[in-house]
């Protein structure tokens, strides 16, 4: 499927021992998106992430997909399926949701952030009974889910924020 991996790199399942690592690829993966840096800078979203790693490790119906290079996480994927009414796109309301990939900017152009692309997938289709798989990609991230059969949708993603006051 496209790009394969760096010979060196090893793709794997994520331990709970990857949080702080999968927080970092994290803030990357926003980076990317354009998140002001003031608004990345803050520990509670951080420290709720890395906790949210740590619950979600192994848990059914998610998957965290790491790639490492030397014994070091460098990229990473998440894999979720979620419910949602039963539909024409999504017979049986299994759908799955790929979110989170990101690369250490050093170990870009690898096809490492493909590997765990394609470690999900494969997930998807041997482990879960999802009937599509959705996911967000920023311009420069869709060159490699084009080639793995993802299209844009015709109505795009809207959000709104519901602001709460931390607890």
């Not at 990857?18 to 994290?26: K, N, P, Q, S, T």
């Not at 979720?80 to 039963?86: G, S």
């Not at 949701?97 to 590997?115: D, F, K, M, W, Y």
């Not at 920023?138 to 949708?153: Q, S």
């Amino acid at each position: 499927m496209g790009d394969a991996a760096a010979p060196s790199a090893h793709v794997r399942e994520a331990t709970a021992d990857d949080a702080a690592a999968l927080v970092v690829l994290r803030v990357v993966m926003f980076e990317a998106m354009g998140v002001p840096p003031e608004r990345l800078a803050d520990d509670v979203w951080r420290h709720a992430a890395h906790d949210w790693f740590v619950r979600s490790t192994g848990r059914d119906g998610v998957r965290t997909t790491v790639a490492e290079v030397g014994g070091e996480v460098v990229a990473a994927a998440v894999g979720e399926v979620t419910a949602l009414i039963p539909g024409p796109g999504a017979p049986n309301g299994a759908v799955g949701l790929i979110s989170n990939v990101a690369t250490l900017p050093a170990h870009r152009g690898r096809g490492l952030a493909a590997a765990v692309t394609d470690d999900l997938m494969a997930w998807f289709l041997e482990h879960t009974d999802v009937t599509r798989v959705d996911l967000f990609a920023t311009p420069r991230g869709a060159r490699i889910y084009e080639p793995r059969g993802f299209v844009a949708r015709s109505f795009p993603a809207m959000s709104r924020p519901v602001p709460r006051d931390p607890a």
